[in-house]
């Protein structure tokens, strides 16, 4: 944990404060609180002047979102930051306020988190480390006005396209109880407030720039140069910065600047975020921003559903304490100065054989009839890796009818070319001949950190909370 912060993937929170969608859900600390308890280090918070302009509020702007309290929610990430581990929580600010609200707020969380807060004499040439940062809280956002040199750009891209890894993992085995959107609202929402998330939202004379005391406090510093993608990507020599873009932006820099921004994530922090029109709150394919080194991968927390899960499986990594060190290849440089290509085709590395041996344990989780008015349930397992495109693919086991310890013993090989970047997908599901199949537990694992052998693997529901008692008899092999 000695390396820069632009060396790891750092686990990412996306509008830590909404408790549901984000259009009419309330704004809370409890979400910010949840987060934090299971190993979340980044924290976003939209800061907005109260209807008075006389006090600081976290909502989403120009939605129906009810607010919460600044203070409220500083006070929580004081008392929460380091439960489950001692390396830095870096709150990212999107600010819309006005400059003596910019010194409001200065005051309130120098106020707040006294000599946790963590801010350079100078802006900073290269990152410190999670290890040198230990119990410090770190201010990322843009410097006021004055500071900047230049507006940020904006993206606009809003093609969306099904590919063929939808098909491969299925649609999500869910029933999530945030709102759901009709496609016609796309077209009625300000884009500009949830897509151009480091554009300058404060355009009236009373927005003049805010004072050094907000300015000294930020330790990371955001923005977006002027000019295209090119020159957003411009490694300088002296300085780091965070650059935020949306899932969109990204996928379309990963077109035509792929090497770019991984040249870019080798000394500085890139934050992918979900793109504006995910109404309910859900989430996008993480493995596009790892790939690339992409230290921050936005999620929003409060829903579920399987891009969430991969994001907890890859957490889970390095002892769960929410930094994990990035694959070598994305860091290091070729003879010629060369940085690791995401579109290249590689050789397979090394092969996963898994062995799906039984599963036991549901009778105790849940009640008899749950699955199945009037029989046993009919378990099958499905096994795959979640990685980059050329390793992604999903497998399942027979069903084995009317059993509560089903027995499979069943074999499956994944070829890994990228077996760091590779997570091990494991799903069971109850077979159902007249409705849809019953979701009957998940786990994510990364595969760097299976050890060959036996285990008995534990199974979580789908908020990612872990069940009492099932389980699966699996073996992992490498070759």
């Known amino acids: 944990m000695t390396a820069p912060l632009s060396h790891y993937f750092i686990y990412t929170g996306h509008n830590s404060y909404l408790t549901g969608n984000q259009l009419s859900s ?49 006070k ?23 400059p003596d609200l910019q010194s409001k707020v200065a005051q309130m969380i120098t106020q707040t988190f006294g000599e946790m807060l963590y801010y350079p004499e100078a802006e900073l040439k290269e990152l410190l480390s999670p290890e040198d940062l230990k119990h410090r809280i770190i201010i990322s956002t843009k410097p006021p006005k004055e500071y900047l040199e230049a507006k940020g750009t904006k993206e606009s891209s809003h093609s969306e396209k099904k590919d063929a890894e939808d098909d491969i993992w299925g649609n999500d085995p869910l029933d999530v109880s945030l709102a759901r959107q009709d496609n016609k609202t796309e077209g009625e929402t300000n884009e500009h407030s949830h897509e151009d998330e480091e554009s300058d939202d404060c ?24 000019g295209g993608l090119k020159e957003a990507l411009k490694v300088e020599a002296d300085k780091v910065r965070r650059l935020s873009l949306s899932e969109q932006a990204l996928e379309k820099a990963a077109e035509s600047h792929s090497t770019d921004v991984v040249r870019f994530t080798q000394k500085n922090i890139l934050r992918v975020y979900p ?50 060190k990035k694959p070598d290849f994305l860091m290091s440089l070729g003879p010629k100065n060369e940085v690791f290509d995401p579109k290249a085709k590689l050789d397979v590395k090394k092969t996963l054989t898994v062995t799906v041996y039984m599963g036991d344990g549901w009778h105790l989780d849940f009640k008899q009839t749950h699955f199945d008015l009037y029989s046993p349930p009919d378990f099958y397992t499905r096994v795959g890796i979640a990685g980059v495109p050329a390793d992604t693919v999903m497998k399942k086991t027979k069903k084995i009818e009317d059993d509560w310890t089903p027995v499979w013993n069943q ?69």
């Not at 600390?29 to 308890?37: F, G, R, S, Y």
């Not at 489950?84 to 306020?97: A, C, K």
């Open 275 to 324: 793109k504006g029109t995910r109404f309910n709150s859900s989430n996008y394919k993480p493995l596009v921003g790892w790939m690339h080194g992409a230290q921050m991968v936005a999620f929003n927390m409060q829903g579920y559903g399987r891009f969430l899960w991969l994001m907890h499986g890859m957490f889970r990594a390095n002892g769960g304490c929410g930094y994990v």
């Open 76 to 98: 929580s990430i004081r008392e929460n930051a380091f439960a489950t581990s001692p390396y830095p929580v870096i709150i990212t600010l999107e600010d819309h306020l006005t």
């Open 411 to 479: 074999e499956f090989s994944f070829p890994l070319t990228v077996p760091e970047l590779a997570l091990l997908r494991i799903e069971v599901h109850e077979y159902d001949m007249s409705e849809k199949d019953d979701f009957a537990g998940q786990t994510c694992l990364p595969v760097s950190e299976l050890k060959s052998g036996i285990r008995a693997i534990p199974l979580y529901d789908r908020k990612g909370e872990k069940l009492s008692s099932a389980r699966l008899l699996m073996r992992f092999d490498f070759d």
């Open 26 to 74: 309330d704004c809370s600390d409890v979400p910010i609180i949840k987060a934090l308890q299971r190993g979340v280090r980044v924290v976003e918070l939209d800061i907005w002047p109260n209807s008075a302009k006389d006090d600081v509020h976290v909502l989403h702007g120009r939605t129906l979102t009810t607010p919460v309290e600044l203070i409220k929610c500083l």
């Open 203 to 226: 355009e009236t004379e009373s927005c003049q720039p805010g004072g050094p005391t907000y300015k000294r406090l930020i330790a990371i510093h955001a923005g977006k140069p002027k």
